[in-house]
């Protein structure tokens, strides 16, 4: 199993420039989450999702767009890309919404 | 709101030497914590869950602790390897959303 997939692991963006990151994953969660994490500040939740077609703000979500339209794949937009987006992002998965999470590796995005 | 804290200082210990990291967490007692491992350009990978009602719970060269009345987890590596060095990353349900919220990580070095 891949378990869970994100793409690109590494992006430069101009600021206004606009992105989406990609995530998949293979184990048929129904729960899915996107988080950003900064040095010395954690791993903040960004937005998350409970099944197809249901999606839910986390703790930071201004800025970013996301969509579910399959139990597979949940990727995370950026509309106009700002400094402030400079993060690395992990999307994670979980069976239920209480139980571990599944992480991928990442994407490092900077926007100059 | 709930809230995680970690000792943000790294710790350095010796090869061998039991390592032991707190996370402590501000406000009522969550229904469990989550104890995940992240090392450098990688994604969080989940280690341990402990229930409020258990207070130890231990997997091979790992074991952690539950207090209520302390409002604290301790986790505890014995018999350390310099390939436990990573950021340990604890966890449990808070925030508005109460979805999985993170403490900063505490990065553990072994040194041999």
């Known amino acids: 199993n891949a378990g869970v997939t994100q793409t690109p692991k590494f992006r430069i963006l101009k600021i206004g420039q606009s992105m989406t990151l990609q995530c998949a994953q293979d184990m048929n969660h129904n729960y899915m989450y996107w988080y950003r994490q900064d040095p010395g500040m954690g791993l903040k939740l960004i937005y998350y999702?409970?099944?197809?077609?249901?999606?839910d703000k986390g703790e930071v979500p201004n800025g970013y767009n996301v969509s579910r339209s399959t139990t597979e794949d949940f990727p995370l937009r950026l509309e106009l890309a700002a400094p402030s987006q400079t993060s690395v992002y992990f999307c994670a998965s979980s069976i239920q919404g209480t139980g571990e999470l599944f992480f991928g590796e990442g994407s490092r995005l900077t926007v100059l | 709101s709930q809230k995680i804290e970690q000792n943000s200082e790294a710790l350095n210990i010796q090869e061998g030497k039991t390592a032991t990291l707190t996370c402590n967490y501000t406000n009522y007692s969550p229904a469990y914590l989550q104890w995940y491992r992240q090392d450098p350009g990688r994604g969080p990978v989940f280690l341990l869950l402990i229930r409020e009602n258990e207070k130890e719970k231990r997997k091979e060269r790992l074991k952690v602790t539950f207090d209520t009345t302390l409002k604290q987890s301790l986790f505890h590596i014995t018999a350390s390897q310099p390939a436990d060095s990573a950021t340990y990353l604890c966890a449990t349900l808070g925030g508005a959303t109460n979805k999985l919220i993170f403490g900063t990580g505490t990065l553990l070095a072994v040194q041999p």
């Open positions: 999702s409970v099944g197809a077609g249901i999606t």
